[in-house]
């Protein structure tokens, strides 16, 4: 039992409310998104009207919109005018984030017109369902991913093993706890106070259950407020930090404040100076299909708080 004086039960509870709020338009946002037909749309069109309609409901994007397709599992935002196609047999996993003053909702569909992968989506979907209906505070994260592993076994596929969800916190995106999707030694137990993202990545049974890092790199964020020797590119990393503070950004986002090669150079800069990280996409090992589903919630005194449900 937590026992917290006013002011940090006032705090808290305006972290709840921010929370909450956030998961009702990331829930609106991905059931949307989920309805949409968006075969024809182009990568860059569907990031830039789910991020839009975010803001349109009021809140911010805690990260770019990802538009991983296939065998990509994750990582994937549209470059700046992305002419990539969605096709009617694509596997499209589109992850979003919502946050407001820094509380964050992430949450992920993976949509498909083809029903040959229907099984995929289904087992995601199915072990997404099964963790949140085991946890409590108290729960042992090992025992989330052995369910989770069960159900995505017992439905003909399996899990990716190194990918897994995380605790949020405040401007965090991965605060530092993992929830895996298989069984696994170490683990920590769900606790009140804080928020959680549970995301089972499935794949196919022919698939090798693990992602390797892609050589695309389109989704960056601040990791110091370090100076460069370049006046430009600490410009933009001023920037950078008064708009996304440490949560991830795109480049599509810099322009047009930014020339778009202009953007480019400077952003390596930083990257090179480790002012700023790259994330790599992620891709099944064996170039299998690889579906997702996502929920953000809050353990708490009288059961779990799904806040994207
Ligand atoms: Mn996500
Ligand atoms: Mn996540």
């Given amino acids: 039992m937590m026992i917290l004086n006013n002011i940090q039960n006032q705090d808290y509870f305006m972290q709840i409310q921010d929370y909450i709020s956030a998961g009702k338009i990331a829930s609106q946002v991905r059931e949307n998104a989920r309805k949409k037909y968006h075969v024809g749309s182009t990568l860059f069109e569907i990031c830039e009207s789910i991020e839009k309609e975010i803001i349109q409901k009021g809140g911010k994007c805690a990260f770019p919109v990802n538009t991983s397709i296939n065998e990509i599992a994750a990582h994937y935002t549209a470059e700046p005018n992305d002419q990539k196609v969605i096709s009617g047999t694509d596997l499209l996993k589109i992850d979003l984030g919502v946050q407001i003053n820094g509380y964050i909702a992430d949450t992920a569909v993976t949509v498909c017109y083809d029903p040959k992968f229907d099984f995929l989506i289904q087992a995601a979907e199915a072990a997404l369902k099964d963790a949140i209906s085991i946890i409590k505070i108290g729960t042992k994260s090992s025992d989330v991913g052995k369910t989770i ?17 995380h605790s949020l ?46 050589k695309t790199r389109n989704i960056f964020s601040l990791i110091t407020r370090k100076r460069t020797k370049d006046a430009e590119a600490d410009k933009l990393a001023d920037h950078i930090w008064e708009k996304f503070n440490m949560l991830p950004f795109a480049l599509r986002w810099l322009i047009p404040t930014w020339e778009e090669k202009n953007a480019r150079i400077l952003l390596e800069k930083l990257v090179k100076n480790k002012v700023v990280r790259s994330y790599p996409v992620l891709t099944e090992a064996n170039g299998e299909r690889v579906a997702q589903a996502e929920h953000t919630f809050i353990p708490q005194e009288n059961g779990i708080t799904v806040t994207t449900l």
């Fill in 149 to 165: 592993e069960n159900t995505v076994k017992h439905m003909g596929c399996q899990p990716i093993a190194n990918l897994s969800g």
């Fill in 169 to 214: 916190e405040q401007y965090t995106i991965h605060a530092g706890k993992s929830i895996p999707n298989i069984w696994s030694i170490g683990s920590f137990s769900f606790s009140p106070t804080e928020a959680y993202a549970c995301e089972p990545f499935v794949t196919t049974k022919e698939g090798l259950g693990f992602v390797r890092e892609g």
